[in-house]
C-alpha cells in the first residue's frame, strides 16, 4: 500500500489557476544552494515560480493547479539534499512584517527630511556668522517648514499613537515628552519664522524622529528576525501522521487532523496528537510529557498524549478534541495560574522612562515659571522652555537599551540561544539560581549507547549500520553511533523482533535477546537501560542503551556555579534515575517525581526567599514552572507548549548554550546600564545649558547625535563575548 | 541669491527622488532578502552558455 502524502493544508490559490505554497528548507549551507534549490524545483515540469530568500531559509513556490503535486516538491528538494517543510506563516508573524514596512517607511521620510532640513540649516548657522540677508534666512526657514511638517506628521505617527494611548490610559509613557517635544517645537519654529527670527528647531525636531525611529526599527528587526527562525524551527518539527481514509491511509501534516481522526502511529514513532487507543498494543515513553524515563505499557482503550515516542507496536488511535484531555486540561490551568501569578517584570527602560517623563515635564515648566518669575517675556520664556524639551527628549535613552539588545541578540544567535521575547536578556542577567529538569534538559532528548567504550568497535560499527535499517526507537539510539551512513542493502525487519541481513555470506541479527539467539537474562534490565542484542559470526554484542548527559553538562555546571549560580536540579522523574545524574554534576539539591504543581511550588518558595529564578526545562509538565520562573529557556527539541512558554530556545546537543546566554546576557545588561549612566550624564550637561536659555538650534543638534553615537558604538562592544 | 529660487527645489526633488526609488524598492520587496541579493549577484546562469572555441 503506497501512501499518499496530502499537503492541501498549505497549499493557497494565487489567481490565474496558479496555486502557491511555502516551504522552510532545512540544509542551506551556501550560497550555491540558491540556484541548486530553485533550478531543481523548476525544472519539474508545471511549475511557475520558485524563489528561495535566503535570510530567512524560506522558498516560495507557484505552480498551474493540478499540475503538480506537492508531494513531488518536496522528494525533488529531498533528492538534493535539502528537507522542505511546508509553512504557514504565524499570524503575529504578518502582523510584524507590516509593523517593519510602516516603521521602515518613517525612517526614510524621517532620514529624508533631516538631511535636506540640515542642508538649509547648516547654511542659515554659517550665515547667521556671515552675511546671510534676513530675507533669504526666512526663505530658507519657509523651506524646512515645508519639509518638515509634513515628514513629521508621517514619520511621527508611531509616537503620537503610542503617546495618545497612553494618555487616553491616563498614564505617561516616553513617547508623551517626545511628542509634546516634537509638536512643540515645530509649532514654535513657525511661529519664529512668521516672526522673521534667527532660530528655528525644524533640524531638531526632525532629527530627533530620526533617530528614535533607528532606535525603534532596530528594535523591530531583532524581534522580527528571531520570530522568523522560531517559526521555520517549529515547521521543520511539524511532522506528519498516517490518517486513515476509509481502508486507505494518508500521509496528512499534524495541523490537519481533526478529532475523530483515527490514525496509525508506527513503532519509532512519536503520538502526533492526544487520543484513545483503539487497537494494537505497544510502549510509550512520555518523557517529554512527565519527565518519566520508565516507559509504559498502552493497549486498546488507553489514553496517550502528543509528544510520546511508540516503542514496541504499531498503535491504532482515535484523535480526541484538542486540549480535552485532563492532562492537558491540568498544565494548562498551571499555566494560567502561574502567569498571573508573576509579577510584571518592570523593564529597564520602562523604569527608566517612569522616572524620566514626568521630570523632562516639570524642568520645563519649572523654566518657563521660572523666565516669567525674572521679568523675561512670555515669549522668550516659552522658547527656552521649549529647549528645554528639545534638548532632554530621550534620544539617547531611547537607543541606549535596543541598541544593546540588537547587538546581544545578535551574539545570542550565533551562541546557539533564540529569544522569544524582548526584554529576556535583562532578566537572564539578574538570574541567580538555575533549576535544571533532567529528562531532555541535563540528558539528551534521545537516548544513546551508554556502554560504547566497553564494546568491540568494528563489531559495534556494523551493528549500527545494520540498525539504520530499522524503525525502532532502540535502534535509531544505536544508529546514530554509525560512521558509514548508508544501510546494508537488503535487510529485512522482523516487526517486533529485529532486523537480519547477510554481511559477507554470513547472517548478522540486531534486535532482541531471543532473537539474535543470547539468552534471557532479565537482571541485566536496571532502571532507565534497556539492552539490544547483535550477533555475527558466533560473536554476540549487548548493546546498553539509556539517557545520557549532554557531553559538555558538568563542565557547563562547573562554570555556572563559578559564576556564583545556585544550581538545582528538580525532575518529574523516579529518584533512582535522578539521583546517579546529580551526582554526576555535584548538585547537592535535587527533587524526584514532581508533579507539575510541586514544580511550581518549589519555584514560588525560591522567588519568596527572593531568588531571581533561570528555569531550563523541555517537558510539557514543566511549561508552567518556566512560565513561573523569572526567566526561562528551554532545548529546541522540546514540547510545543513548553517552547512556546520560554523566553528563549537553544539549538543542539550540547548544554553550553545556557552558559553562553548567562555570560551574554550578564555583558548586555552592564553595557545598557553603562548607556543609561552615559544618556543621564549628558542631559546633566545638557540641561542647565538649556535652562540658561544658551541653546541654540545648533548646540542642540550636536548634542543629540553626540549623545546618540557615543551609546551606540558602546552597544557594539556587546559583540563576540566569549565565555 | 535668486539662484536660489531654482536650485532649491532642485535639490528637493533630487532628494525627493531618492526617497521614493527607496520607497518603491521597499514596495517591491527587493529588501526582503538582503543576504540573497549578495550572493545572487555571484552566481551566473542568467547568462548564455558561451560559444566553445
Sequence with gaps: MTETLDLSLYTKPAGNGVVAMDLAVDGIACGACIARIEGAVKSVPGVTEARLNFTNRRLHIAWADGAVKPAQILQVLEDNGYHGHPFEPLRAEQEQAVEARRLTRCLAVAGFAAMNIMLLSVSVWSGNVTDITAETRDFFHWASALIALPAAAYAGRPFFASAWRALKARSLNMDVPISLGVILALGMSVVETAKHAEHTYFDSAIMLLFFLLIGRALD???????????????ALKAETAHRFAGDELVSVPVGALKAADRLLIKPGERVPADGTVLGGMSEVDESLITGETARRKVTA?????????????????????????????????????????KSRVMRLADRASRVYAPVVHLTAALTLIGWLVAGASLHDALVTAIAVLIITCPCALALAIPAVQVVASGTLFQANVILNSGDTIERLAEADTVVFDKTGTLTLPEPRVANATGLDGELLQKAARLALSSRHPLAAALAREAVTRAPFGGAVEEPGRGVRVNIDGAEARLGAAEFCGVPCSSNRESAGVSHIYFSYLGQTLAIAISQTLRSDAVAVIEALRARGLDIQILSGDRSEAVEPVAQALGVAYWKAGLKPAEKIALIQTLRNNGRRVLMVGDGLNDAPALAAAHVSLSPISAADVTQAQADAVFLGERLKPVLDSIVIARRARALMTENLWLAAIYNAVAVPVAIAGAVTPLIAALAMSGSSMLVTLNALRARGVKS | MNVLIYL????????LSGLFAFLWALKTGQYSDIDGAALRVLSDDDIEEAPKR
Design chain 1, 301 to 341: 482503550g488507553a489514553t496517550i498524549y502528543a509528544g510520546s515516542m511508540n516503542y514496541s507496536g504499531a498503535l491504532t488511535l482515535k484523535v480526541t478534541a484538542a486540549g480535552g484531555t485532563a492532562l492537558i486540561d491540568e498544565i494548562e490551568k498551571l499555566l494560567d495560574k502561574a502567569a498571573s501569578a
Design chain 1, 220 to 234: 523591530h528587526a531583532m524581534r522580527r528576525k528571531t520570530r522568523a527562525i522560531a517559526g521555520n524551527l517549529a
Design chain 2, 8 to 15: 532649491l527645489p532642485i535639490a528637493l526633488a533630487l532628494g
